[in-house]
């Protein structure tokens, strides 16, 4: 069975072909507070870069990739923190 992260990496990388895809699973750092589950599986961090966020606003882009991990954001993940970078933006960084 894959854990969260793979599954969040393998959704995210399907849908938006990213050119740069980190996932970071920051459960061990909330162990004990609100949220968490137990599992080690429920804080995630991302970061996206995609052609598919040119053009497209940060309200948009955060619908886009919660669309992506509907299943996964009702069903085990409590918070995922997203940075998400437009093919366009990442090359002037």
Do not use: C, W
Not at 17 to 23: F, K, M, T
Not at 67 to 84: E, F, R, V
């Amino acid at each position: 069975m894959a854990t969260m992260t793979e599954t969040i990496r393998t959704r995210l990388a399907q849908g938006l072909q990213p050119l740069r895809l980190d996932v970071v699973n920051e459960s061990g750092l909330h162990a004990g507070h609100a949220g968490d589950d137990g599992s080690g599986e429920s804080h995630f961090r991302a970061l996206i870069v995609s052609a598919a966020f040119n053009g497209v606003g940060r309200v948009e882009r955060q619908r886009i990739v919660h669309t992506l991990l509907k299943d996964q954001l009702s069903n085990g993940i409590h918070a995922l923190s997203i940075k998400t970078v437009s093919e366009d933006e990442y090359g002037g960084m």
